[in-house]
């Protein structure tokens, strides 16, 4: 099977690796996110701006991601009402498989390039509204597909 979301990286021998060593690595790529978020906070600003003005307009705010990634843009759309006191459906969360797959994975899921769209659709998704991928590799093809056919109907996307 050939892999399409997964990367080699520095980790690929946990299991043979001393506990604290883990710690300290995982610590380590910690540290590297603040730096990671200060190098991108103009296209976060652009994204907050041009989402706040869609919402302005009656707009909706969608996450779509697979696995992980999927399931925390679920769980931030649903803290946004208790937290900010908006309506129930102005954030959305979407994960690749259905919302089955937020505690049980749906495997391959991710790989199908068409279904983002169709999920977004069922929303009746508009030019008012955004949509943001999540997803960590930056290649996933459920959230590439999504925000491509979104950008194909001049919806905003991040």
Known sequence: MERTTEKDSHYNNLEQ????QILESINRE???????????????????????????EGGRLFYIGAGTSGRLGVVDA????????????WVV????????????????????IEQ????LKAFDITEKDVVVGIAASGT??????GLKAANAHNIVTG
């Open 93 to 112: 969360g979407i994960i690749a498989g259905g919302d089955g797959a937020i505690r049980k994975a749906v495997e391959f899921a991710e790989d199908d």
């Open 116 to 119: 983002a769209w169709l999920d």
């Open 17 to 20: 690796m001393p506990l604290l």
């Open 78 to 89: 649903s803290e946004c009402p208790p937290t900010f006191g908006v309506p129930f459906d």
């Open 140 to 145: 996933t093809p459920y959230v590439i597909g």
């Open 30 to 56: 910690d540290q590297t996110v603040p730096l990671a978020v200060a190098k991108a906070l103009p296209q976060i600003e652009a994204l907050a701006t041009a989402t706040a003005a869609k919402m302005k």
